[in-house]
């Protein structure tokens, strides 16, 4: 049965490296971008540092709109966008776009979750130091959250990696794509379960590596 790995050993790595691209690119974007957001989320609410009120239901009400999608539609609802991004709804830098959008929306509300988790006395004694705002954020509020936001960004990652498979549907590339084209279409059961064996180890791989670098960074 592993014949058929050997016979299409240059596609998998292919699949395989489209993967990386489509599930990097979102990881940048939930980084930069989705961080940042979910850093407002938390200063903007009532009580807090940057309270604001439009700030906040305007951020709030646009990851739930973004969040609220299925992925699918989402990709669909996009396809516009995309194109006058990259030129074009179809391939590997496609399907960046959708994920990309997903992905700050994902880990922002993660992050604004792990940020909740700060006990007010942190916050309250790093404002009586008189610490600025960007101090308060970067040496206390994000210290102490740390942990929390490892693993948020991990389960982020394992549901790009889930984003990614569904790609494969609109001719996104990846394994997703692959599956479907070699493995079920061609009623190639064997090829699609390597396939979501390959999914498997790379999501365990990413959780074990997350847990464990939350666990090493957790000083509480």
């Known amino acids: 049965m592993l014949e058929v790995l050997v016979q299409y050993e240059a596609e998998i790595w292919r699949s395989i490296g489209e993967t990386f691209v489509m599930v990097g690119f979102s990881i940048i974007a939930a980084v930069l971008l989705g961080l940042p ?14 309270e604001n009120q439009l ?3 305007t951020l709030n009400l646009l990851v739930n709109i973004i969040r ?32 990309a959008i997903i992905a700050i929306a ?22 009586s130091m008189g610490a600025s705002v960007k101090e308060v954020i970067f040496k206390f509020i994000y210290v102490e959250a740390r942990s929390g936001l490892v693993l948020g960004l991990t389960t982020s990652i394992i549901s790009f990696i889930s984003y990614s498979t569904i790609m494969g549907v609109v001719g996104g590339g990846g394994i997703g794509d692959f599956a479907i084209r070699y493995g079920y279409q061609q009623f190639k059961t064997d090829l699609m379960m390597y396939m979501i064996i ?7 791989l990413i959780q074990f590596t997350g847990t464990t670098v939350a666990r090493i960074i957790d000083k509480r």
């Open 106 to 127: 994902h880990y922002s509300r993660l992050v604004e979750q792990s940020l909740l988790d700060v006990p007010r006395g942190v916050i309250e004694a790093a404002i």
């Open 198 to 204: 390959i999914m498997i180890i790379f999501v365990q």
């Open 37 to 50: 957001v979910g850093t407002l989320l938390f200063l903007c609410r009532k009580g807090n540092m940057l």
């Open 55 to 57: 700030a906040f239901s």
């Open 68 to 99: 609220s999608f299925p992925f699918l539609l989402l990709v669909v609802f996009l396809i516009p966008f995309t194109r006058l991004v990259v030129g074009t709804a179809i391939g590997t830098a496609a399907a960046t776009v959708p994920l």
